[in-house]
């Protein structure tokens, strides 16, 4: 997967029994590297060591233990997202299951299998703002999939899952080389 994208997904052809269609691994969108979270709480504790050293000397003592909690505040917020950046999807496509894979961030895994000839992609869509939920529906089973992409990272998704899901309905080619 290259750096910067939600999700990366590939096609193959593989002559396999129960040749892989379509795979995806989704994962949460961060904008900050561990670098930069590093430069940042840098910043965050110059800032506040030099505003409570500062209200230190004017006689405000109390504001120095003020400052602090803010960075704490900071820092503890940052290792959430981190920790919540753990979580990811997995979707694959065979001729003969697509199979839907959650793990959240604390490890904990769902599965679900289906018949790739019975699934329909459900959309629902906003007309300003895109594609708002994606669904997996099949036999009265309706399951949210790619929550935490933005609209045009699910429509690009919609558009690959798509096409996997017809290549598994077409069936296998049979090339006789």
């Not at 004017?58 to 400052?67: D, N």
């Not at 669904?135 to 798509?162: C, D, N």
């Amino acid at each position: 997967m290259m750096p910067g994208n939600a999700f990366a997904y590939q096609e193959t052809g593989n002559e396999a029994a129960d040749p892989e269609l379509f795979a995806a691994r989704l994962t949460p969108h961060r904008s900050l590297s561990r670098t930069g979270f590093m430069v940042l709480m840098a910043v965050v504790c110059a800032i506040s060591f030099v505003g409570g050293l500062a209200s230190l000397l004017m006689g405000a003592w109390p504001v120095l233990g003020f400052f602090g909690l803010d960075a704490l505040a900071i820092y503890w917020a940052f290792k959430v997202n981190f920790r919540r950046a753990r979580a990811y999807e997995e979707v694959s496509v065979t001729l003969t299951e697509l199979r839907l894979r959650r793990v959240s961030h604390k490890g904990h895994v769902m599965e679900w299998r289906f018949n790739p000839l019975w699934v329909k992609l459900d959309t629902v869509s906003h007309e300003e703002f895109g594609i708002e939920n994606l669904y997996l529906v099949a036999r009265g089973q309706r399951v949210a999939i790619a929550s935490f992409l933005g609209p045009e990272e699910k429509a690009s998704f919609a558009k690959a899952l798509t096409a996997g899901l017809q290549a598994a309905k077409r069936g296998p080619v049979l090339n006789p080389l």
